[in-house]
């Protein structure tokens, strides 16, 4: 157990909707990262906050959003949903978000869109 | 294409064999990490290497680095059926960035 918590962990919609993933860090940790798990696009880093601001911006869409809380839990918010958005999305947590940081990855959000 | 690309895709070997997977990534770095993903689970760090570094170890495993070639390896020692699963490598893109790209990752099958 990482200490990471994702909430949902299966979401099930339909094309067009609208979801919020969540994710607690690990206490102490100040970073939150999300990452997006495909079959056919691998592991893809979307975003990175540190503390509440955005540090670190990836392959993530317009569609998307994301927001670090007070108390440093995060929310990923999809919306306009397209088939292609099914995937995996991972949350981890770092003590400081530097580069030597080690991430600790939540069980994952499993997303299916319908 | 991706920073950083695992080779082979998928290893499939007998246990108390050793397993060996590479890393190549395209630009200078400043630490590269593996991590180890069971089916469908989140990804658990496995150890850092950074680029000042050619070799490390923790158990059985052993990284190395070389940053003229652009590639790393992990080694895995008398690999068990519980060392199966899939293997990433994590580079960061040098400085002036936080992000960590991730490989394609390494399917590894250990047979008991």
């Known amino acids: 157990d990482s200490g990471v918590t994702q909430t949902p962990k299966h979401l099930i919609t339909a094309t067009g909707q609208r979801v919020t993933l969540r994710c607690s860090p690990r206490?102490?940790?100040?970073?939150v990262y999300w990452y997006q798990q495909s079959l056919d696009q691998g592991l893809q880093f979307l975003i990175q906050?540190?503390?509440?601001?955005?540090?670190a911006k990836g392959n993530i869409l317009e569609r998307f959003s994301a927001q670090q809380f007070p108390d440093l839990h995060s929310e990923l918010n999809l919306s306009s949903l397209e088939l292609g958005d099914s995937a995996l999305y991972f949350c981890?947590?770092?003590?400081?978000?530097?580069?030597?940081?080690?991430?600790?990855f939540g069980p994952g959000t499993r997303l299916t869109v319908l | 294409s991706q920073q950083g690309e695992e080779d082979p895709q998928a290893l499939s070997i007998q246990e108390g064999e050793n397993a060996t997977m590479n890393c190549s990534y395209k630009?200078?770095?400043?630490?590269l990490q593996w991590y180890r993903q069971n089916s469908g689970r989140g990804l658990v760090h496995l150890i850092l290497?950074?680029?000042?570094?050619r070799e490390k170890h923790s158990g059985r495993l052993r990284v190395t680095l070389d940053t003229s070639k652009k590639s790393s390896s992990l080694l895995i020692t008398a690999s068990r059926a519980a060392d199966t699963a899939s293997y990433f490598c994590?580079?960061?893109?040098?400085?002036?960035?936080?992000?960590?790209?991730f490989g394609t990752g390494t399917r590894l099958k250990v047979l008991a």
């Open positions: 981890a947590s770092s003590p400081i978000g530097a580069r030597t940081d080690t991430q600790y």
């Open positions: 206490s102490g940790d100040l970073s």
């Open positions: 906050y540190y503390n509440g601001e955005e540090r």
């Open positions: 630009t200078s770095i400043n630490n």
């Open positions: 290497i950074r680029s000042n570094e």
């Open positions: 994590a580079t960061d893109l040098g400085s002036g960035t936080y992000k960590y790209i």
